[in-house]
Every structure is written in C-alpha cells, then in structure tokens.
C-alpha cells in the first residue's frame, strides 16, 4: 500500500477566495487523482494529475477553477479557485496502481467549508 | 461511461446480523474495489476483487467478472460498520485507470 497525507485536513474559507490543497506520497507513483464529493454523495473524479504536464479535466471542471500541479512523481496540488458555497464538499487524492498490483488507495481528504 | 449501481442504497442492522450489498456493472472492468469511509470522511480499502472471493475477518466479497456483479458480505456486524460502503470500477481497456464509482450503501448498525 502506500501512506497518502493531504493538508489542510479541513477549511472553512470566504466564498471569493482560493484554497490548495496539498497531496503527498511516501513513494513515487505513476497516476495520482484529484476527487470530489459533494454533501451526501459519491466522488466524481475531477482531473488526473500528470507529471509533467497539464492536468486531464473531467467534463465540467476546468483549469480555471480547479487548477493543479504536479512537480514530481510524490506529490501534487489542487487549488480551489475564487469559491462559491457550491464548492463545500471532502476533496480526496488517490493514487495508483502501484508497484505489483492494480489496486488504488486514497488520502484521508479534506473537508472543505465555503461560507 | 460504465454505470456502477449499488443496493439497497440503505440498510438498518441490528448488531450481530447478517448483510449482503450488492454492485452491478455495465461493461468488463479489470479493476473493482470495496471501501468503507467512516463517519471522518476516509475511505479504507477492503477488497481489490476484479473476480473471484476473497476473505478478511468478518467481511468477504465476490466477483463474477461473467455476469457484472460484485457482492459483498457483512457478517455478525457491529456498530463499528457503521459508514458508506462503496463499489467502484476501472474499465477493461482504460489506459488512465480512473475508478467509476457507484452512489454508495448507507449503513447503519444499532446496539
């Protein structure tokens, strides 16, 4: 398995504001995810973060609201831009397959508040 | 995209019952996965099971990879269980490996 820490672990943030939200890995990985979940729902993948290059986007998340970096094989960045209340949900980063299986694992999230 | 559809999307248990959650898909996956996220919000992986059965304490799952269905079994459930248990699937021929995940199984186990 792998250790997955994310940071903050929770906010409560003014609409009009950005947040990141930091996700890192206690070993290099190939695929890492940026998730979100929604009050009462289940996780909708927003974008895979690529090393090296642009994020790929889900459709109805854009760069411009949801943009991401990825430095390095460990770790990667989600800022949530200019919030809303609608933007209230748990983050989760994922990341996987590794090394031997196929089997993906997530961070602990964070709980986000938009007032 | 697949559809992953999970039921019942409730379930009231006494402790010590018995339960069966069940996960259909609508095309060939080469990955499914069982998770539990507790009332903080975390998701624990239970079971990588694309297909067969596979055991762990008191919980145990199975993949019929033929038929498109995953079930998984809570025994003697405690209070513990409680939490959102969650299919979720990677199809075959994804180059990506994004997971598609179902609306998720409400679980509530009384005393």
């Known amino acids: 398995s792998a250790v997955i820490s994310q940071k903050p672990s929770r906010d409560i943030c003014q609409r009009g504001t950005s947040l990141t939200i930091q996700c890192q890995v206690d070993?290099?990985?190939?695929?890492m995810f940026w998730y979100r979940q929604q009050p009462g729902q289940s996780l909708t993948l927003i974008a895979t973060a690529n090393q090296g290059s642009e994020a790929t986007y889900e459709s109805g998340f854009v760069i411009d609201k949801f943009p991401i970096s990825r430095p390095n094989l460990t770790f990667s960045t989600l800022t949530v831009s200019n919030m809303s209340p609608e933007d209230s949900s748990i983050y989760l980063c994922s990341v996987g397959p590794l090394a031997g299986g196929n089997e993906q694992f997530f961070g602990p999230g964070t709980r986000l508040t938009v007032l | 995209g697949i559809q992953v559809e999970q039921s019942p999307p409730d379930l009231i248990l006494q402790e010590g019952a018995n339960s069966t959650l069940r996960c259909n898909f609508s095309d060939s996956v080469n990955n499914l996965q069982w998770f539990h996220q507790n009332p903080w919000g975390q998701l624990i992986n239970l079971f990588y099971i694309p297909s067969g059965t596979k055991q762990n304490g008191r919980l145990s799952a199975t993949t019929v990879a033929t038929e498109r269905y995953s079930l998984l079994y809570i025994s003697s459930s405690q209070t513990t269980d409680s939490g959102v248990y969650f299919c979720?699937?990677?199809?075959?021929?994804?180059?990506?490996?994004?997971?598609?995940f179902g609306r998720g199984t409400q679980l509530t186990v009384w005393p």
């Open positions: 070993s290099q990985v190939t695929m």
């Open positions: 979720a699937v990677v199809t075959r021929g994804s180059t990506l490996g994004r997971l598609y």
